[in-house]
């Protein structure tokens, strides 16, 4: 059993690993509906999805909303997925409105209907893709600028202070020239 909350890696490891069990504090959280239990896969899949968002610092009502989704055959309304879940509607649509952000969920409006519907993105490669872009990205750029600031201010004599700023730039330009090749890898 693999406790999440490890290296991203683990979570890798899980998913071409596949009798490797994630234990997580996800399913307890969870308010199930009696009538709507959920099936023992996909309570697994969100334990999975738990640890993956946790990895990247994300609250696991929006990994548990994206993996309802995702195991969805048709999309839900906020109120099924609230009800599914058993979380307030404004967790659900703050979660929602982020997920919707990162690319992660599509936001749908039927004709003759008042409410959208939802639906996970499933694509892994337009998800990092997306991440890469509206989230990775601009962060990088504001830490190159903000590296370069903190260069300028250190005294000239200061050879310690300087040293240790310009390997972090080092780093942020090799970061910066890696970016083309992981979007390429996922094939953008």
Request: aromatic fraction near 8%; proline fraction near 5%.
């Amino acid at each position: 059993m693999v406790r999440v909350g490890c290296l991203p890696f683990i979570y890798l490891y899980c998913l071409v690993n596949p009798n490797t069990r994630l234990e997580s504090e996800c399913s307890p959280h969870m308010k199930m509906d009696s009538k709507l239990e959920l099936e023992t896969w996909e309570r697994e899949l969100l334990d999975l999805f738990v640890g993956i968002f946790e990895a990247f610092g994300l609250p696991k009502s929006m990994a548990l909303i994206y993996g309802i989704l995702y195991c969805s055959d048709e999309p839900l309304l906020q109120d099924e997925i609230c009800q599914k879940l058993g979380i307030s509607t404004g967790s659900a649509s703050q979660g929602l409105r982020l997920l919707n952000s990162l690319g992660a969920v599509h936001r749908q409006s039927p004709l003759g209907q008042r409410q959208s519907v939802y639906s996970a993105e499933r694509s892994v490669r337009r998800l990092f893709s997306t991440f890469i872009d509206t989230q990775f990205k601009p962060k990088l750029s504001l830490g190159r600028e903000r590296l370069e600031d903190i260069l300028a201010a250190i005294p000239e004599d200061d050879a310690s202070a300087r040293q240790k700023i310009e390997t972090l730039m080092s780093w942020q330009k090799k970061s910066e020239r890696a970016l083309p090749l992981v979007t390429g890898l996922l094939g953008k």
